[in-house]
């Protein structure tokens, strides 16, 4: 089997874990956010390279403007101080997403976790925010159609690998897809990187999702035949 290089979770189901448990909507965020700080540490001890997350998608902004806050608040909050233990775990913080709208005190924050973890190098942890997988498409191919008029490149130069590489980040393709919470759906998340990923869902709602679950959806990944189009050659 293909080693697992690159793992994406769609962190879902947070308000339902709150809702179950009489809580509001934004305590499951924070619950969630503790158990992806957990996951991101597991993912560096198992030697996973490279880790995305679904934080937040551009059409989240239609939440109410008390979930859209508190999220924005726990960003700053977890960028500032719960990552310090990422940090000193070797993980290096980049984010996929626009920056407009978010606010400048978030934005100021994820600057400085950027700054602060570049030279990590142990896992590469991929925070989508503000995140839309048609927007990455269409802000890379703005990119690229620019430097083809700059004459930086000539239209034959375009690739897939050119296309890759010009990307919000230039990633590995995603070889294993999580999405927790019993949703059969992909939710416009990194289309482009996902072409041909393995997916995996469960019902296990996102807080709920501790380290052992991360160890099943590994498992099913190595149980997986990997074609890439192909056939599987017999030994
Ligand atoms: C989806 O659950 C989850 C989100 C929109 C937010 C994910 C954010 C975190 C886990 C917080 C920590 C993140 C970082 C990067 C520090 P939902 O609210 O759609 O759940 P529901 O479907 O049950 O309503």
């Not at 927007?135 to 008029?149: A, L, P």
């Amino acid at each position: 089997m293909e080693e697992l290089k690159h793992v994406a979770i769609i962190m879902d189901g947070n308000g339902r874990w709150a809702k179950k448990r009489g809580l509001n909507r934004s305590m499951g965020h924070k619950e969630g956010s503790k158990v992806l700080e957990e996951l991101c540490l597991h993912a560096v001890s198992k030697k996973i390279s490279y880790l995305s997350v679904f934080a937040f998608s551009t059409e989240n902004f239609k939440r109410s403007k008390e979930e859209v806050d508190f999220l924005m608040n726990l960003f700053i909050e977890m960028f500032r101080k719960k990552f310090k233990e990422l940090h000193k775990h070797g993980v290096k913080v980049v984010f996929s997403g626009r920056r407009e709208p978010l606010r400048q005190d978030v934005l100021a924050s994820m600057d400085e976790i950027v700054e602060k973890t570049k030279d990590n190098d142990k896992l590469v942890f991929n925070i989508c925010l503000n995140y839309g997988g048609h927007t990455e498409i269409i802000d890379t191919t703005k990119k690229i159609c620019q430097n083809v008029i700059d004459g930086k490149i000539t239209l034959d130069d375009i690739d897939d690998n050119l296309f890759s590489k010009e990307l919000y980040q230039d990633l590995p393709p995603i070889d294993l897809l999580i999405r927790t919470s019993g949703e059969y759906r992909v939710s416009n998340f990194m289309l482009w990187q996902m072409s041909y990923s393995e997916f995996y869902f469960t019902d296990t709602l996102f807080p709920d999702f501790h380290k052992e679950e991360f160890d099943k959806a590994i498992l099913a990944y190595y149980e997986r035949d990997r074609k890439f189009g192909g056939v599987k050659l017999e030994k």
